[in-house]
């Protein structure tokens, strides 16, 4: 839906790695704007996560972090999660299922593919 701006920031998480034992973890935090001019609540995440050997996982369920945030008109909400692969690069994608609040309609939004890379591994 144009207005919904989703962004994602991920980051490496060295001291909850261990790379001896294939265990890379990456952190993410998204920000969620809300540029429309009504509200809309989070309903749903569907997330596709790849890593570098082809090995995908798919996590589908209820809202984020255990919420169904609604986020007003002109506002924004972020949060923070993590995920935790066997190689040292992959990435992930998916989507999140809003309602809108005046219509009650639900609408999906596109994340688009962010990569998850320890740092300096890609130039």
Known sequence: MPG???????????????????????????TIRNHTDGDIQLMDRHWLINDANGQQTEVQGQGVIGQQPVITAGQSYTYQSSVLLKTPFGCMRGSYTFRNKHNEQLFEVTIAPFALAIPHLIN
């Open 4 to 30: 919904i701006l989703i962004t994602p920031r991920p980051f490496y998480l060295a001291e909850q790695s261990a790379p001896e034992e294939a265990q890379y973890a990456f952190g993410y935090e998204i």
